[in-house]
């Protein structure tokens, strides 16, 4: 029987001891590509982890090695303390819920959820009760005879997640689950799924591409790149504190603006100069010296109008471009490479071709090495 599987009737929200994951130098070579590398994380128990990047930066392969779908090249992991390399997947006290459902057609409801159990021959009573707990728990009573064609997108996730629960799992797996609704439905499932953890209590890894989604369900991100970690946690440090300009790049909607500077010393302060504009930041915030050039990011939001013109700071050029957000307008002024956004209210709109000026909060910004992309904040700078 499974480790996730316990005779003997127990209540859903049961809190999973010892279900800390823990990876050591895991890699992943198909041949002789290596396409994870050295991936080390410790998931504590019942938190909520996400694994957040762009296609093909290896987020669903390391969940499948988590998992014993993928084996595993190199490395150690460690699931509630026992090494779990070789066991066979459903040995390892874990549910998985897939982007796909993988719901069987020809069953009920009512059936797909206790597959598992009747698989592994535990008591029907047994298999009624915990189908009446994880029904109630995610609002699936009425549903339970139908078959799944006849439910929704969101309702056939619901049942997916059902079959998983129903396991009392050490770990939850969830690999893109949302990937298939549409907005609004997505955006109901993730407080959805929100509310689950915070009932279960279950140590969760969750994969995604979606950066909304992984910022607001997560404790912690992992945030990967072509197969390694570019930065670990929590959604407040990743979103203030990114530790390259890739991070500060792809964390953000609308995104950071990323801008090369000339870098001159002025005695006080630092002084950045590119073809739109000039900042002025604080030496005590950034190690700049020595240095010649530097990526500037800041956040659209962080962008202010600025009347005067005379001024020998801010960013100045026409408007090449106007998105309306609603009570937000997302403005891009400049030229080329050097093209900037900036957010602002919908009712301060200019017009294409107006030429507008900004002026960058210096609390906000952000500097990066042109040739690593590594932040050049100092180490003891408080988070905003």
């Not at 994951?21 to 050295?38: E, F, L």
Request: glycine share 8%; net charge neutral.
């Amino acid at each position: 029987m499974s480790p996730g599987v316990h005779h003997g009737a127990q209540p859903i929200s049961l809190k999973n001891d010892m279900s800390a994951i823990s990876c050591h130098n895991i890699i992943k070579r198909y041949g002789d590509t290596q396409v994870v590398h050295q991936f080390d994380l410790d998931v504590s128990d019942n938190e909520f982890v996400v694994f957040l990047g762009p296609s093909g930066c290896g987020k669903s392969t390391i969940l499948r090695m988590l998992a014993g779908l993928e084996d595993i090249s190199g490395g150690d992991l460690m699931i509630g303390g026992q090494r779990v390399n070789d066991l066979p997947p459903q040995e390892r006290g874990i549910a998985m819920v897939f982007q796909n459902y993988a719901l069987y057609p020809h069953m009920s409801v009512r059936d797909n959820i206790a597959f598992g159990l009747k698989r592994l021959k535990v008591p029907k009573a047994e298999i009624d009760t915990r189908i009446k707990e994880v029904s109630d728990t995610l609002g699936l009573e009425r549903y339970l005879q139908r078959k799944p064609t006849e439910l929704s997108g969101g309702q056939q996730q619901r049942v997916a997640i059902a079959r998983a629960m129903i396991k009392t799992p050490k770990v939850f797996l969830f690999d893109e689950p949302l990937s298939n609704l549409d907005a609004k439905l997505r955006n109901h499932m993730r407080i959805e799924i929100a509310r689950l953890h915070q009932a279960l209590k279950t140590t969760t890894v969750y994969v995604t591409h979606d950066q909304h989604e992984a910022m607001t369900l997560a404790d912690r991100i992992v945030l990967l790149r072509d197969g390694r970690i570019e930065q670990v946690g929590s959604p407040r440090e990743i979103f203030e504190r990114p530790r390259s300009a890739f991070v500060a790049g792809f964390i953000g909607t609308p995104p950071m603006n990323l801008v090369e500077m000339k870098v001159r010393d002025a005695g006080g302060h630092f002084e950045l100069t590119g073809r739109e504009g000039t900042v002025r930041v604080d030496p005590r915030r950034f190690a700049l010296e020595g240095r010649e050039r530097v990526t500037l990011g800041i956040r659209p939001a962080h962008m202010q109008a600025d009347a005067q013109d005379g001024r020998d700071a801010g960013f100045a050029g026409e408007v090449q471009l106007i998105e309306y957000l609603g009570n937000e307008v997302l403005v891009s002024f400049g030229q080329g490479e050097g093209e900037i956004a900036a957010l602002m209210p919908s009712a301060d709109c200019p017009r294409l071709r107006e030429r507008v000026r900004f002026v960058a909060d210096p609390a906000q910004v952000h500097l990066f090495d042109i040739e690593s992309g590594a932040s050049l904040l100092r180490a003891d700078t408080p988070l905003h």
